[in-house]
């Protein structure tokens, strides 16, 4: 589907990286630390960074630097360190755009049903990691995922990222995961933004990242293709989803009691 380098039988993936391209320094900094770090442990790695954040609660919120000055920076982490980049598209239009940088166009969560743009990421031949909607059931994402290969693409991964539970709070229901799996696609987990809390007075989301590596060990354990984690050198000044964050210098332990669970469950 995309070259991953150090794929030992039966690892879990990772896409991680900043929730959106702040600059190139800051996303180049992350992507070696990051790769130095999945490189040790011999997990395959995705470079991920939104080059733009079009999903805001507020008009003043910071939504990117430029697209053409992300996108670029997303294709340099990839020509620099030879790893797949992954990036959101919002629109049909914005498909063909993205694909010409990255190696995986994204659908956001509240975008999943939007036919116009899985079929026009389909039709760009990229690998489509549709993220499931807080709203479907594990279930419903099968018609999503049929939408990208009926349009002729088989390249197709699915990223459980919590559903709605009340106003602001959301809750993985680890049955979706072997569930989503029968479809015969891999199926990531998106640790970092399925403890979101939406919905918020102030207008910014807020999250629990004390419990990124609870989510993260049970998706692990119950047999995950991959893990999703947005992670930042200083989760309190990022510009976007900085309260769901893990901060870097926490990933390498994070990702080392990981990589045990995984060779105990393949035991």
Do not use: W
Request: charged share 20%; proline share 4%; net charge negative.
């Amino acid at each position: 589907m995309i070259k991953l380098k150090n794929n030992p039988a039966g690892n879990f993936f990772l896409l991680a990286g900043p929730c959106v391209i702040e600059g190139e320094e800051m996303a180049m900094r992350i992507a070696e630390r990051i790769i130095a770090i999945t490189e040790r442990l011999q997990i395959p790695y995705v470079f991920k960074g939104s080059y733009r954040k079009a999903n805001r609660s507020r008009l003043d919120s910071f939504t990117g630097i430029g697209d053409e000055q992300a996108l670029n920076i997303l294709k340099k982490v990839h020509d620099t360190f030879g790893v797949p980049t992954v990036t959101d598209i919002h629109t049909a239009e914005e498909a063909e755009m993205a694909a010409a940088y990255v190696d995986v166009l994204q659908i956001p969560a509240f975008l999943c049903r939007q036919t116009d743009l899985l079929v026009a990421a389909a039709k760009t031949g990229k690998v489509v990691n549709i993220k499931k909607g807080q709203f479907l059931s594990p279930h419903a994402m099968r018609f999503a995922a049929d939408k990208v290969v009926e349009a002729g693409n088989p390249n197709v991964m699915i990223t459980e990222r919590g559903t709605t539970f009340g106003y602001q709070d959301l809750i993985v229901d680890y049955r979706g995961i072997p569930e989503m799996q029968t479809f015969g696609f891999p199926v990531i987990l998106d640790v970092t933004h399925s403890l979101q809390q939406p919905n918020q007075t102030s207008g910014v989301t807020g999250g629990m990242p004390q419990l990124i590596e609870t989510v993260a060990k049970a998706g692990i354990a119950v047999g995950v293709d991959g893990l999703f984690i947005e992670t930042h050198e200083n989760p309190a000044a990022a510009k976007s989803d900085g309260a769901n964050m893990l901060q870097l210098d926490l990933l390498e332990e994070l990702l080392t009691k990981l990589v045990r669970i995984r060779e105990a469950v393949k035991q």
